[in-house]
């Protein structure tokens, strides 16, 4: 009998844990037209959750075709990829946007090392997107060490002759490592041109991390408009090798460091930005474009930067079709190609649109991760940006907390107008930069159930900028 009761217990307990309902606290305060949104933006999350594809694109497109630079044949197969996946998907019209791209590349893997006391030691270097190569036995001298492109040039001819060694950190108060990064990542990309004004023989960067490891981080640099006899080699080193290096100096100032790399620019190649899009039931004409970027650095899968942000753009359609969400503007869905190292998919899709006279309305780009979801940056005029921020109560149940202005980003600022709503997708940034440009962004870096929450946030954003925003047109939505 107490066996038969507690049998009868569990049952019921069970029964009710399957039959609970959502918290009432997603549909309080709300009219009645929020609450066939809410109802609607749980339903892209059910779906994205149970039935969602994102995940399976991601491994596909990392474990098959890997590292996809501009003008590599990686890079090639991934267009082939993108265009066959919005066909399988079903939208309703799919194409390629021709454009001519970088082509830098590597060689041979990069070598590095200093002496101390006698020991040798071996540091962890890569060179960075657009450098040249060193001489074919590598470049040796003294180094000096800098925290910023302001100290470097303030030294001036103090550089000749030395390899100038950037070591500005992240500044770790910053709780939005996107803001740290910012802060130093001019050295990565100036530090060449300065130092090679100056005379100096190649730069040596800490890498663009908060972390402390072993892994550099690559990225692009450019030598503006100096001379190419002013050009020198360079590279990024470790955080962990800059810390390391940094101590050595102040025990061995005149160190010799040595380092080599064989990379090359070849000429401009032709690629493609991958286009496909749901055509609007009430304004066609009107485009909201989400995308992400297909390119990716060569060192490891592209799959935080920016894998995440291109499968989570096609599922933006995919769960639109799922749920029968017909939208009365034109959902238009880019792969945009070359964001890492040159923008020219950007450029080429902004230059097309305004050619063709086309009308866009909104944009969302995803290619900050594919972590846990915090909210979205809003680069629009006043009334929109108040508009958006407005969804707070239907977006905070799903942990869209921070609906703030700021930028959109690198591939979908080239459309920036007042009339134009441009949002970032912003999900936590604290380990983005454990992975960003390194061998470590591989797909076993990528949580599923994070990803699939990022799809659903997107998603439901599109959906009501979809029903909401107001136009140049509008006086209301």
């Known amino acids: 009998m107490n066996k038969l009761l507690a049998l009868l217990s569990c049952s019921i307990v069970l029964f009710s ?41 991601l491994r596909d497109l990392t474990q098959n075709i890997g590292g996809r630079l501009s003008g ?35 060689g041979e893997k990069e070598e590095a090392y200093y002496t101390v006391n006698g020991e040798q030691k071996q540091v962890a ?20 060490e800098v925290k910023s492109i302001k100290e470097a040039e303030a030294l001036g001819d103090k550089l000749k002759d030395k390899i100038v060694f950037f070591n500005g950190a992240f500044d770790e108060t910053l709780i939005n490592t996107f803001q740290a ?19 100096a023989k190649g ?93 990716s650095w060569d060192l490891g899968e592209g799959a935080h930067d920016d894998g995440t942000g291109v499968v989570q753009s096609l599922e933006v359609a ?3 079709k799922k749920n029968n969400i017909k939208p009365k503007n034109t959902i238009r869905i880019v792969f945009f190609m070359n964001e890492e190292n040159g923008t020219r998919g950007a450029k080429k899709y902004a230059e097309l649109a305004k050619l063709n006279n086309e009308i866009h309305v909104a944009g ?22 108040k508009l958006v ?5 239907l977006l905070a149940p799903y942990g869209l907390h921070d609906l703030i202005k700021g930028g959109s980003g690198a591939d979908i600022s080239p459309l920036k107008d007042d009339h134009v709503t441009l949002v970032g997708y912003r999900p936590d940034s604290q380990r983005y930069f454990d992975y960003h440009h390194t061998s470590t962004d591989t797909f076993d870096k990528v949580n599923k159930r994070e990803l699939e929450l990022g799809s659903a946030s997107m998603a439901s954003l599109v959906y009501l900028m979809d029903r909401y925003l107001y136009t140049n047109e509008e006086v209301k939505p």
């Open 181 to 199: 990064y910012g802060g130093c990542v001019g050295q990565r990309f100036s530090g060449a041109r300065v130092s090679g004004q100056f005379g």
């Open 203 to 295: 730069v040596i960067v800490r890498s663009m991390t908060n972390g402390i490891n072993d892994y550099p981080h690559t990225g692009s640099m450019g030598y503006g408009d100096i001379p190419k006899e002013q050009y020198i080699p360079a590279a990024a080193i470790s955080s962990k090798a800059a810390e390391n290096l940094s101590a050595d100096l102040k025990v061995n100032p005149n160190l010799q460091f040595y380092f080599k790399q064989s990379c090359k620019t070849l000429p401009d190649a032709p690629s493609h930005n991958v286009v496909g899009e749901i055509k609007g039931t009430k304004n066609p004409e009107k485009i909201i474009v989400v995308g992400g970027h297909l390119d």
């Open 72 to 106: 590599s044949p990686e890079a090639a197969k991934a267009v082939i990829w993108g265009e066959k996946l919005m066909k399988d998907v079903g939208l309703d019209s799919v194409w390629l946007q021709p454009v001519m791209v970088p082509h830098w590349v590597r």
């Open 364 to 385: 969302l780009e995803s290619d900050a991760g594919g972590h846990t979801p915090r909210g979205f940056s809003i680069d629009a005029n006043g009334k929109n940006t």
């Open 125 to 144: 270097i890569c060179a960075l997107g657009f450098s040249v190569a060193t001489p074919e036995n590598g470049i040796t001298g003294e180094v000096i």
């Open 17 to 57: 844990c399957g039959n609970k309902k959502e918290p009432k606290s997603i549909n309080n305060g709300l009219s009645s037209e929020e609450r066939k949104d809410s109802t609607n933006i749980k339903h892209l999350f059910n779906a994205a959750l149970t039935e969602g594809k994102s995940y399976e694109w």
């Open 318 to 320: 995919y769960l639109f």
């Open 389 to 393: 921020k407005s969804w707070k109560k």
